[in-house]
């Protein structure tokens, strides 16, 4: 496998650092927003590419730098664009709070002259077409009081209070007070103290592979059975997979989640502004865990440790911020022969890739499957802690549910969009949407029971903008029409999406322009090297129309090209009671299953289990 894939080391990471301030086009100001390998196909050499943020203005830079030779050898400036949320200006903005006479003053009308309880949120501002906002990166602030340091934050919201904070400055914009509401009394405690006494009738479960793993790591290199693929974490994205092979045979070049939008749907002020774009304006990368074995993965366990820059371009790791590791999921396949009772069955094992991001009150956890059967899905797990409101007297209840005495959490969704930049068996695709219906009554059909598939080829940008059926079982099918099966059919993978809706927020609403992406499940390019996220490479307060509407506006061919499947899942989220004080996990994701890709179930030579009683 190339080298050229590896992610940046810390060298690197200074090289590229050291090459764009050699330029001396960078002031005092400037600082990093993300530094990341540049995995632009057809590159000969490593090259890294550089986000920098110039001053306090809206405003970005990106360079490219040839690491081999230290050189600039690409410069973009983009004026009016905004990075994602910083570490530290998140940081000021919550000093510029502090030190604030009017912010004070509001918390004092509520009671609270100790801030050492306080709890500021710095959120994105999104984009309202406010003029104070024009040129700022700016944030808007909300706030939570916690009595002790192990209470649970967001039970007790300091309701109608808004803050706008310029975050690069350190300047508070405006205190917007929309009334006083009390705050809830419970602490909203998790803790196992605060639950005890704990269960005492779960018996431990034991993983152990005496023999060791199955599968090899080399740096980034994974080899697993017949799979083989390199892994690396994206400041933005996460984890990233490249050049995705079975058995040799190459499946996907890029895989990633590239976006995700969460919209709140309460329509009340103080809320109805908020929505977020966790891999854009935050990271799921530069909110990865440091993963805990026995915690959050459990076996044999390999780990992959990240190398990331902060604002200051200086290199730092992130040990175990990828979890590596086999599981058994149940049976692979079986079948009882009823004539002989001869029985046959193979157990189900999967690899398993996965990272954990906090962002905010929300933890999302990634797992990548890979499976013997030559089949691969991705599983995102929701949990952590809702974002909350106090409720009161003009609370309005459909928006957002009671979830504890005196508190209530707004319903929202959490929207992701796979960028999957397929490759089966090479790297002209062309995709067909499938859909099965019932047959007319006709000769062939005369007791009305027929049905079956119809497969239509998507030809364009816009017939390929296509939302899940499940009534009709869509599913979208990535065909290479230049080879075949055994059988003379093309080969094939079908993308299987989960029930899974699509943006609810009215068009012409802000949020509908800024996160088009997700007004659809499926979404089809030719291959681009430039067009990388499903919202724009700055989302963060753009004000909208950019990435996949802009992109597929030009209605570009889709027949005999190299394609890129813009997947969109997710969950709407109706808050509940037992969603507090902390969430169970949810579920969402995809599926990616061979489709005449194999002769026969590739399966079959999985070795039945030595333990059968």
């Given at each position: 496998?190339?080298?050229?894939?590896?992610?940046?080391?810390?060298?690197?990471?200074?090289v590229?650092?050291?090459?764009?301030?050699?330029?001396?086009?960078?002031?005092?100001?400037?600082?990093?927003?993300?530094?990341?390998?540049?995995?632009?196909?057809?590159?000969?050499s490593?090259?890294?590419?550089?986000?920098?943020?110039?001053?306090?203005?809206?405003?970005?830079?990106e360079?490219?730098?040839?690491?081999?030779?230290a050189?600039?050898?690409?410069?973009?400036?983009?004026?009016?664009?905004?990075?994602?949320?910083?570490?530290?200006?998140?940081?000021?903005?919550i000093?510029?709070?502090?030190?604030?006479?009017?912010f004070?003053?509001?918390?004092?009308?509520?009671?609270?002259?100790?801030l050492?309880?306080?709890q500021?949120?710095?959120?994105?501002?999104?984009?309202?077409?406010?003029?104070?906002?024009?040129?700022?990166?700016?944030?808007?602030?909300?706030?939570?009081?916690?009595?002790?340091?192990?209470?649970?934050?967001y039970?007790?919201?300091?309701?109608?209070?808004?803050?706008?904070?310029?975050?690069?400055?350190?300047?508070?914009?405006?205190?917007?007070?929309?009334?006083?509401s009390?705050?809830?009394e419970?602490?909203?405690?998790?803790?196992?103290?605060?639950?005890?006494?704990?269960?005492?009738?779960?018996?431990?479960?034991s993983?152990?592979?005496?023999?060791?793993?199955?599968?090899?790591?080399?740096?980034?290199?994974?080899?697993?059975q017949?799979?083989?693929?390199?892994?690396?974490?994206?400041?933005?994205?996460?984890?990233?997979?490249h050049d995705?092979?079975?058995?040799?045979?190459?499946?996907?070049?890029?895989a990633?989640?590239?976006?995700?939008?969460?919209?709140?749907?309460?329509?009340?002020p103080?809320?109805?502004?908020?929505?977020?774009?966790?891999?854009?304006?935050?990271?799921?990368?530069?909110?990865?865990?440091?993963?805990?074995?026995g915690?959050?993965?459990l076996?044999?366990?390999?780990?992959?440790?990240a190398?990331?820059?902060?604002?200051?371009?200086?290199?730092?790791?992130?040990?175990?911020?990828?979890?590596?590791?086999?599981?058994?999921?149940?049976?692979?396949?079986?079948?009882?022969?009823?004539?002989?009772?001869?029985?046959?069955?193979?157990?189900?094992?999967?690899?398993?890739?996965?990272?954990?991001?906090?962002?905010?009150?929300?933890?999302y956890?990634?797992?990548?499957?890979?499976?013997?059967?030559?089949s691969?899905?991705?599983?995102?797990?929701?949990?952590?802690?809702?974002?909350?409101?106090?409720?009161?007297?003009?609370?309005?209840?459909?928006?957002?549910?009671?979830?504890?005495?005196g508190?209530a959490?707004?319903v929202?969704?959490?929207?992701?969009?796979?960028?999957?930049?397929?490759a089966?068996?090479?790297?002209?695709?062309?995709?067909?949407?499938?859909?099965?219906?019932?047959?007319?009554?006709?000769?062939?059909?005369?007791?009305?029971?027929?049905?079956?598939?119809?497969?239509?080829?998507?030809?364009?940008?816009?017939?390929?903008?296509r939302?899940?059926d499940?009534?009709?079982?869509?599913?979208?099918?990535i065909?290479?029409?230049?080879?075949?099966?055994?059988?003379?059919t093309?080969?094939?993978?079908?993308?299987?999406?989960?029930?899974?809706?699509?943006?609810l927020a009215?068009?012409?609403?802000?949020i509908?322009?800024?996160?088009?992406?997700a007004?659809?499940?499926?979404w089809?390019?030719?291959?681009t090297?430039?067009?990388?996220?499903?919202a724009?490479?700055?989302?963060?307060?753009?004000?909208?129309?950019?990435?996949?509407?802009?992109?597929?506006a030009?209605?570009?061919?889709?027949?005999?090209?190299?394609?890129?499947?813009?997947?969109?899942?997710?969950?709407?989220?109706?808050?509940?009671?037992?969603?507090?004080?902390?969430?169970?996990?949810?579920?969402?994701?995809?599926?990616?299953?061979?489709?005449?890709?194999?002769?026969?179930n590739?399966?079959?030579?999985?070795?039945?289990?030595?333990?059968?009683?």
């Amino acid at each position: 496998m190339t080298t050229l894939l590896h992610p940046l080391t810390a060298d690197e990471i200074g090289v590229a650092v050291a090459a764009v301030r050699a330029t001396g086009r960078l002031g005092e100001a400037a600082h990093f927003s993300t530094i990341t390998l540049d995995d632009t196909r057809g590159l000969t050499s490593r090259q890294a590419r550089v986000i920098i943020v110039p001053g306090p203005e809206a405003a970005l830079v990106e360079a490219t730098v040839a690491l081999a030779t230290a050189s600039v050898v690409a410069w973009i400036e983009h004026p009016g664009a905004v990075p994602a949320l910083g570490f530290e200006e998140a940081f000021n903005a919550i000093l510029a709070l502090h030190d604030h006479a009017g912010f004070r003053a509001a918390l004092a009308a509520r009671g609270i002259t100790d801030l050492t309880g306080l709890q500021v949120d710095p959120w994105p501002t999104g984009n309202f077409g406010l003029a104070a906002e024009e040129g700022r990166r700016v944030a808007r602030c909300i706030c939570y009081y916690r009595d002790q340091p192990e209470d649970n934050g967001y039970a007790r919201p300091i309701e109608g209070l808004l803050i706008h904070v310029d975050m690069a400055r350190g300047e508070v914009l405006e205190v917007v007070d929309l009334g006083i509401s009390p705050l809830p009394e419970d602490p909203g405690r998790y803790r196992p103290e605060d639950h005890a006494p704990a269960r005492v009738d779960l018996r431990p479960v034991s993983i152990t592979q005496p023999d060791g793993v199955s599968f090899t790591l080399e740096g980034n290199e994974l080899r697993w059975q017949r799979w083989s693929l390199l892994v690396s974490l994206d400041p933005l994205e996460g984890i990233v997979l490249h050049d995705v092979t079975y058995d040799g045979r190459s499946i996907l070049r890029r895989a990633s989640v590239n976006e995700m939008v969460v919209p709140y749907g309460d329509p009340t002020p103080g809320h109805n502004w908020k929505n977020a774009f966790d891999v854009g304006e935050w990271g799921l990368g530069r909110m990865a865990n440091s993963l805990q074995l026995g915690c959050d993965c459990l076996g044999e366990i390999r780990y992959l440790d990240a190398v990331l820059a902060d604002q200051r371009g200086r290199a730092i790791t992130l040990p175990n911020a990828i979890c590596i590791h086999e599981e058994d999921v149940g049976i692979l396949w079986k079948h009882v022969d009823l004539l002989t009772g001869h029985v046959e069955v193979r157990r189900k094992r999967r690899l398993v890739v996965s990272s954990i991001a906090t962002v905010g009150n929300y933890d999302y956890g990634f797992y990548w499957y890979f499976h013997l059967d030559g089949s691969l899905e991705l599983e995102v797990k929701l949990t952590g802690i809702l974002s909350t409101k106090a409720r009161s007297t003009e609370h309005r209840e459909a928006f957002a549910p009671p979830i504890a005495p005196g508190l209530a959490a707004p319903v929202h969704q959490h929207l992701f969009c796979a960028r999957l930049d397929m490759a089966i068996d090479g790297p002209r695709n062309e995709v067909y949407e499938l859909n099965v219906d019932p047959l007319p009554l006709d000769d062939d059909n005369p007791l009305r029971n027929g049905f079956a598939p119809s497969a239509t080829r998507l030809d364009s940008e816009q017939q390929a903008q296509r939302v899940t059926d499940p009534s009709r079982s869509r599913s979208w099918r990535i065909v290479n029409p230049s080879v075949t099966n055994a059988l003379g059919t093309p080969v094939a993978f079908t993308l299987l999406a989960g029930p899974s809706p699509t943006l609810l927020a009215a068009e012409g609403s802000s949020i509908a322009a800024r996160a088009a992406f997700a007004t659809k499940n499926l979404w089809v390019t030719p291959y681009t090297p430039d067009q990388r996220r499903a919202a724009g490479d700055f989302p963060n307060q753009h004000p909208g129309g950019a990435g996949l509407p802009a992109w597929t506006a030009a209605n570009r061919g889709l027949v005999d090209t190299e394609v890129v499947v813009w997947h969109t899942f997710g969950v709407t989220h109706i808050p509940r009671p037992e969603d507090w004080p902390v969430m169970p996990v949810e579920t969402c994701g995809f599926q990616l299953i061979p489709a005449g890709f194999f002769d026969r179930n590739p399966a079959l030579d999985v070795p039945p289990p030595d333990h059968c009683h």
